[in-house]
C-alpha cells in the first residue's frame, strides 16, 4: 500500500514527517521522525506531554518547555562571550532572532518556522545579514542537542542566500594620499597604520602603549581574528603618526568618556572618504566612492606583493592561518602583469646573448693518439 504524503496533523516534507496540531489554541510545529508510524508516535506521546503539562503533571527535566528568548541569551552568556571575540555580532543577531520568535519554545520551533525568518527578513537586509544571522542559530540549535535541550536541530539543513561576490577596491597612491589628507586628525594615525601594515580594524583600535616598541621599530599585536600573535615592523611614517599621540589611557585610541578604546569609526571614515575629491573646488566631485575600511588592509597587501615581497611574508604580516588566505589579495594590473612579461624577455633576451656567445667560441678538441703495440 503507497504511503500518503498528509494525514491529520502530519505532513512530509523532503522525506521527514513534521508534527503540527493545536492545543489549548498555542499551534505547535517540530519534527516528528523519519516515517508516518514515528511520526504517529510521537504525536500521540507530544500531545500526552502537552496536556501533562497543562494539568501540571509535567516533571522537570530536559523535557520541560524552555522559551526561546531565556535559552537565547543563556547561549549568548556562556558560549558566545566566552569563546567568540566577535558576540557582540551574536548579541545583534540574537535581538532580531528573539523578536521574530517570541513567545516561542525552543523545542517547538521546527524547519518550517526558520524558512518563515529567511523569508521574512530577506526584504529588509542585505543576504549577508541574513546568512550570519542564520549561522548564528544554527550555532545555537547545536549547543541546544549538544546540551541536551533538543534531540535534533531544525536549523541543520537550513540554505543560506547566496551573497553577491565581494567587491574590493584597491588604493592608488594618489587616492591613498587624498583620503590621508581628507581625515581628521583623529582617524589619520588609524589610517595611515591600516596603510602602512595591513592591520584589522578590531587590532588597531584595541592597540595599548605597551603594544608599541619604538626602540626596536615593533608593533605587538596580542590577539588576532585568528587566536595567534604576531609582530609586525613599524615604518618612520607609522612611527611618527603613533607617537605623536597624547597618552591619554592604558590604550593608544582612547575614548575618554569610557576609558575603553574607540569603538568604530564609520562615520568619521564616510567623511573623510566624502572630502578626499580629486577637485576640492567641485562640489559635484562624490571624492571616493565605496571604500570600505577593509580595503585599506587589501591595498597594503597587494601593493607590498606587486612590490615584490614574497607571500609568505605578506601572509605572516596580516597574520594569515594559510599561504591560500593571503592568495586573494593578488590583483595583477595591466602593468604589473606587463613588467612581468618585460622581466621575462629581459631574461630570455640575456640567455640568447649567452648562446650566442657559445656559439661563436671555436672549441678545439685535443686529438688522442692511441699507440698499440705490435
Given at each position: 500500500m503507497r504511503q500518503g504524503k498528509k494525514e491529520k496533523n502530519l505532513k512530509c516534507v523532503g522525506g521527514k514527517w513534521y508534527l503540527d496540531f493545536t492545543l489549548g489554541g498555542k499551534r505547535i510545529r517540530r519534527f516528528g521522525g523519519y516515517s508516518k508510524e514515528q511520526a504517529r508516535n510521537n504525536l500521540a506521546r507530544m500531545r500526552i506531554e502537552k496536556l501533562d503539562e497543562k494539568f501540571g503533571f509535567k516533571r522537570p527535566g530536559n523535557g520541560a518547555p524552555i522559551p526561546f528568548e531565556k535559552f537565547a541569551d543563556e547561549f549568548l552568556e556562556l558560549y558566545s562571550k566566552q569563546n567568540k571575540r566577535s558576540w557582540i555580532r551574536d548579541e545583534v543577531s540574537l535581538k532580531n532572532l528573539k523578536s521574530f520568535f517570541k513567545g516561542q519554545n525552543l523545542q517547538d520551533i521546527g524547519p518550517e518556522d526558520i524558512e518563515r525568518y529567511r523569508v521574512k527578513r530577506k526584504p529588509d537586509v542585505s543576504p549577508a545579514t541574513v546568512n550570519r544571522e542564520l549561522a548564528c542559530l544554527k550555532t545555537l540549535c547545536n549547543k541546544a542537542v549538544e546540551w541536551g535541550k533538543l534531540e535534533t536541530s531544525p536549523a541543520a539543513k537550513i540554505k543560506k542566500f547566496r551573497e553577491p561576490?565581494?567587491?574590493?577596491?584597491?588604493?592608488?597612491?594618489?587616492?591613498?594620499?587624498?583620503?590621508?589628507?581628507?581625515?581628521?586628525?583623529?582617524?589619520?594615525?588609524?589610517?595611515?597604520?591600516?596603510?602602512?601594515?595591513?592591520?584589522?580594524?578590531?587590532?588597531?583600535?584595541?592597540?595599548?602603549?605597551?603594544?608599541?616598541?619604538?626602540?626596536?621599530?615593533?608593533?605587538?599585536?596580542?590577539?588576532?581574528?585568528?587566536?595567534?600573535?604576531?609582530?609586525?615592523?613599524?615604518?618612520?611614517?607609522?612611527?611618527?603618526?603613533?607617537?605623536?599621540?597624547?597618552?591619554?589611557?592604558?590604550?593608544?585610541?582612547?575614548?575618554?568618556?569610557?576609558?575603553?578604546?574607540?569603538?568604530?569609526?564609520?562615520?568619521?571614515?564616510?567623511?573623510?572618504?566624502?572630502?578626499?575629491?580629486?577637485?576640492?573646488?567641485?562640489?559635484?566631485?562624490?571624492?571616493?566612492?565605496?571604500?570600505?575600511?577593509?580595503?585599506?588592509?587589501?591595498?597594503?597587501?597587494?601593493?607590498?606583493?606587486?612590490?615584490?615581497?614574497?607571500?609568505?611574508?605578506?601572509?605572516?604580516?596580516?597574520?594569515?592561518?594559510?599561504?591560500?588566505?593571503?592568495?586573494?589579495?593578488?590583483?595583477?594590473?595591466?602593468?604589473?602583469?606587463?613588467?612581468?612579461?618585460?622581466?621575462?624577455?629581459?631574461?630570455?633576451?640575456?640567455?640568447?646573448?649567452?648562446?650566442?656567445?657559445?656559439?661563436?667560441?671555436?672549441?678545439?678538441?685535443?686529438?688522442?693518439?692511441?699507440?698499440?703495440?705490435?
Open positions: 561576490s565581494s567587491r574590493e577596491h584597491i588604493l592608488t597612491q594618489e587616492e591613498a594620499q587624498r583620503l590621508i589628507k581628507a581625515a581628521g586628525p583623529e582617524l589619520r594615525p588609524i589610517i595611515l597604520t591600516a596603510l602602512g601594515t595591513g592591520m584589522r580594524r578590531g587590532e588597531i583600535l584595541n592597540l595599548k602603549w605597551t603594544d608599541l616598541d619604538f626602540v626596536r621599530g615593533i608593533i605587538t599585536v596580542c590577539t588576532s581574528k585568528s587566536g595567534k600573535g604576531r609582530k609586525i615592523p613599524m615604518s618612520g611614517t607609522v612611527a611618527a603618526a603613533l607617537g605623536a599621540i597624547p597618552h591619554l589611557g592604558e590604550y593608544v585610541f582612547h575614548n575618554p568618556k569610557t576609558g575603553r578604546p574607540i569603538r568604530d569609526v564609520k562615520n568619521g571614515f564616510r567623511a573623510a572618504c566624502a572630502r578626499a575629491k580629486k577637485n576640492p573646488n567641485n562640489k559635484k566631485d562624490p571624492g571616493i566612492i565605496g571604500l570600505r575600511f577593509h580595503d585599506l588592509r587589501h591595498s597594503f597587501a597587494s601593493h607590498a606583493l606587486e612590490l615584490g615581497a614574497d607571500i609568505m611574508t605578506v601572509s605572516k604580516l596580516l597574520g594569515h592561518a594559510s599561504i591560500s588566505m593571503t592568495a586573494k589579495y593578488l590583483h595583477p594590473t595591466g602593468e604589473s602583469m606587463r613588467l612581468a612579461v618585460g622581466k621575462v624577455a629581459e631574461f630570455l633576451e640575456s640567455a640568447e646573448k649567452v648562446g650566442a656567445k657559445v656559439d661563436s667560441v671555436e672549441i678545439k678538441v685535443p686529438v688522442i693518439s692511441l699507440k698499440t703495440d705490435n
